[in-house]
């Protein structure tokens, strides 16, 4: 499979396109950003951009576990802390009432504060910087088939509890009267965000991961009449940055998550000067 | 699931029986011993101070309060272990006004499971809008909820409520914040649906002239169930004089803009327990 890919690569006309690592990351880019922007369109629509912000900020502490037991790979450290804050998150929002900005941030600064302790006292520093800006062009093709594996999980939740997820968003009561299990949709949405997140922020960067999941579905907000044209825009969006941003990366050798979120953010402002309403 | 049947007619027979609930947060009660019974057909108000647990009895209702005593649904030929089946239009729906849901994509997500991100087919679409239509709603399918106004966003969500038609309807101060013209339409709707469906509605409002026009049954709560009759009764009462500071009960007298038939039964009426 990955050889076939390599080839077809290869026959475009670019000079980027004949070097192995280019033609590995391009497919982890194109899988990247069906990911983001299957995840990102539901996230902004459920206005949980600050909670999967939190999410990738608690990859920090995530790492930090894993140096202290000793992992040499820390991604189930990593997802496990990821998925533990996201159900803590999702239940105290219900519990504390009230503003859920202020909840999220209690929890994304005790994970941080939390990983920053640890760290500093196992001296792992090093490790974790690596995680801040993300080096997709260290993607393996185990690790690709692992992001496409992710695509197929968010694509069967997408099948069967789209419509559910948009009541939920919609009004809580209203999804509760038509018997939709508000609590469970909420918490199965939140950890699969988590996964999403932490499994595939080492290759994107904690610094620009969210702007990866928030500005697509952002930008194709202003001229989406309905869901699929909004599902469809934010995927256009998403693999038009993160394809193009790969490209730009390689000639201006720049951090690839970065320049891809520049171009994201250009989609963002032609789609605001464009807007409908 | 069939939502669509274009005439049902109110059997008279089923009910929906709230059973002794009480609602306690802690060691305050909110709502104490609450037994009312909702007959499909039937248009019940629900009136009292501010405080006084009608967003709470909803609530338990909906299941969102812990609660005890029950909800009970009883048909003519069966009694059915169910809960009853629920339609619900909120107060005032709090949303992002550049939420990229339409008309339709919120009756696709009521009437079928397909992922409504996948596209429409065309005959859920001719279905949506057969629903719509009956609340003159039709032309609105294809704008998103953030295009649409107060008066229209409410019909449309009371349209979604009766998709598929459920066994009891709530309505929580549905109209708060539209204008008279739409406040006019909604309530018109909400008087035939009545008719054209078997089902029962419990409408929560402060508005007392409308109440008192439309309502079949009026139910006074304050904690408990202090009055429960016809308007004519009920707006009558000492504690309604009290609480809304005026003489309701000639509001009773002004003709009803529903010429419907009349309340089945005048139930008891006390100072006490109901």
Not at chain 2, 3 to 17: R, Y
Request: net charge positive.
């Amino acid at each position: 499979m990955m050889a076939l890919w390599r080839h077809l690569v290869a026959l475009l006309p670019f000079a980027w396109a004949q070097y192995a690592f280019m033609q590995q990351a391009l497919l982890a880019v194109i899988a990247a950003a069906v990911l983001y922007g299957l995840l990102g369109a539901l996230l902004v629509n459920q206005q949980m951009a600050f909670f999967s912000d939190a999410i990738g900020h608690a990859a920090l502490t995530g790492v930090a576990i894993g140096v202290v037991l000793g992992l040499g790979d820390p991604l189930w450290a990593m997802v496990i802390f990821a998925a533990l804050l996201a159900a803590a998150i999702t239940l105290a929002k219900r519990a504390a009432g009230g503003s859920a900005d202020t909840t999220i941030g209690l929890f994304m600064s005790f994970a941080v504060a939390l990983g920053v302790v640890v760290l500093s006292r196992g001296g792992g520093f090093a490790r974790y910087s690596a995680y801040l800006v993300g080096d997709v062009l260290s993607i393996t093709p185990g690790e690709i088939g692992l992001l496409l594996a992710l695509i197929a999980l968010v694509l069967a939740f997408y099948g069967a509890f789209f419509n559910q997820v948009m009541f939920v968003g919609l009004n809580a009561s209203l999804a509760g009267s038509r018997r939709i299990n508000v609590r469970a949709i909420e918490l199965l949405f939140a950890l699969l965000v988590a996964v999403a997140v932490t499994v595939s922020i080492r290759w994107v960067g904690l610094l620009v991961i969210n702007s990866l999941l928030i500005l697509p579905a952002a930008a194709a907000r202003h001229r989406a009449g309905n869901v699929a044209r909004y599902l469809r825009d934010t995927l256009a969006v998403s693999l038009f940055s993160g394809v193009a941003g790969l490209i730009a990366s390689y000639y201006l050798a720049t951090a690839t998550g970065a320049t891809m979120v520049l171009f994201a953010m250009a989609c963002y402002l032609v789609s605001l000067a464009f807007r409908h309403r | 699931m069939n939502p669509l049947p274009t005439t049902l007619p109110a059997c008279g027979g089923c009910c929906s029986k709230l059973e002794r609930l009480t609602v306690s947060f802690g060691k305050h009660t909110v709502l104490e011993d609450i037994s009312l019974h909702f007959h499909c057909g039937e248009l019940t108000a629900l009136i009292g101070p501010n405080g006084a647990g009608k967003t709470t009895l909803l609530k338990a209702i909906l299941g969102e309060v812990p609660h005890s005593g029950a909800l009970r649904f009883h048909d003519q030929s069966r009694q059915r272990p169910d809960r009853p089946r629920i339609g619900y239009v909120p107060q005032k729906l709090e949303f992002d006004a550049t939420l990229p849901v339409s008309v339709l994509d919120l009756f696709a997500g009521a009437l079928s499971r397909w992922p409504a991100w996948l596209g429409h087919h065309l005959l859920l679409r001719k279905r949506a809008e057969a629903m719509l239509a009956q609340f003159e709603a039709a032309p609105l399918i294809d704008r998103t909820l953030g295009q649409l106004s107060g008066g229209e966003l409410q019909r449309v969500l009371l349209a979604l409520a009766v998709t598929p038609v459920p066994d009891i309807l709530l309505l929580d101060e549905p109209v708060s914040g539209v204008d008279l013209h739409g406040m006019d339409l909604f309530y018109k709707m909400v008087s035939e649906l009545r008719r054209r469906y078997d089902l029962a509605i419990l409408l929560v409002s402060h508005d007392l002239p409308e109440v008192a026009q439309y309502a079949d049954r009026i139910v006074f709560l304050n904690r408990r169930v202090i009055c429960d009759g016809p308007p004519a009764q009920v707006l009558g009462h000492e504690q309604v004089k009290k609480v809304f500071g005026v003489d309701a009960s000639l509001l009773a007298a002004l003709p009803r803009r529903d010429p419907a038939e009349p309340p089945r039964a005048a139930r008891h009426c006390a100072g006490g327990a109901a």
